[in-house]
């Protein structure tokens, strides 16, 4: 799918209706994914902050491809990322086996940081679980926001914006979590 010859790791940052998001890849695959921000100033910087992160824009084919889907998602697709490329190196067996289990949650499908954990062969570790998606460096292509506490509440989330920008996702998925939202919901990222 991709041409050797082209330049195959770089960055870049992309306008979506729900504010500006980034992404960075390797040769392997995608590296980072930066959740929405204001300004394309603040997901450059948060990108450039991580380790092998390349300067360099050019796109391979793939990466063409996982920006338009980033971009349906956040006007409200439904848009299916378990196909998208990862570089997880450096990454312990452990938080492997969580991520692997989480890509394979649908759009508006949730379990629990408890019932992932018994899913990824790690049962009894809901704790440990949650810290491996907080460090989680590609949410999204890796749903880490469809990952809830016991009793449906909706846990913690390590993105700008908190708890609010995962019920904010969630709810552009049609799951609602918690109280009934106020008859108008902002998308204020």
Same mark, same amino acid.
């Given at each position: 799918?991709? @041409?050797?010859?082209?330049?195959?790791?770089g960055h870049?940052?992309?306008?979506?209706?729900?504010?500006?998001?980034?992404?960075?890849w390797? #040769?392997?695959?995608?590296? %980072?994914? =930066?959740?929405p921000?204001?300004t394309?100033?603040q997901? !450059?910087?948060?990108?450039? $902050?991580?380790?092998?992160?390349s300067?360099?824009?050019? #796109?391979?084919?793939?990466v /063409?491809e996982?920006?338009a889907a980033?971009?349906?998602y956040? +006007?409200g697709?439904? &848009?299916?990322f378990?196909g998208v490329? /990862?570089d997880?190196?450096?990454?312990?067996?452990f %938080?492997?086996?969580?991520?692997? !289990?989480?890509?394979k949650?649908?759009f508006?499908e949730t379990?629990?940081?408890g !019932?992932?954990? %018994?899913?990824?062969?790690h +049962?009894?570790?809901?704790?440990?679980?949650?810290?491996?998606?907080?460090? @989680?460096?590609?949410?999204?292509v890796?749903? =880490?926001? $469809?990952?809830?506490?016991?009793?449906?509440?909706?846990g913690?989330?390590?993105?700008?914006?908190?708890? &609010?920008?995962? !019920?904010?996702?969630?709810?552009?998925?049609?799951?609602?979590?918690?109280p009934?939202?106020?008859a #108008?919901v902002?998308?204020?990222?």
């Amino acid at each position: 799918m991709e @041409n050797t010859s082209a330049i195959t790791a770089g960055h870049a940052v992309l306008e979506t209706v729900i504010g500006f998001m980034g992404i960075a890849w390797s #040769q392997k695959g995608l590296i %980072r994914l =930066c959740l929405p921000e204001r300004t394309r100033d603040q997901v !450059e910087r948060r990108l450039l $902050r991580h380790g092998g992160v390349s300067p360099s824009t050019g #796109q391979p084919e793939w990466v /063409v491809e996982l920006i338009a889907a980033i971009k349906a998602y956040a +006007a409200g697709e439904d &848009v299916d990322f378990s196909g998208v490329p /990862v570089d997880l190196a450096g990454i312990d067996d452990f %938080r492997l086996a969580i991520y692997d !289990e989480a890509r394979k949650l649908g759009f508006g499908e949730t379990t629990t940081y408890g !019932e992932l954990a %018994r899913r990824a062969g790690h +049962a009894g570790l809901a704790r440990e679980t949650g810290a491996a998606l907080g460090a @989680n460096p590609v949410p999204l292509v890796i749903p =880490c926001h $469809r990952i809830l506490a016991a009793g449906g509440k909706i846990g913690g989330f390590s993105a700008p914006g908190g708890s &609010v920008t995962k !019920e904010k996702m969630l709810a552009m998925e049609g799951v609602r979590v918690g109280p009934p939202p106020p008859a #108008q919901v902002s998308f204020g990222f």
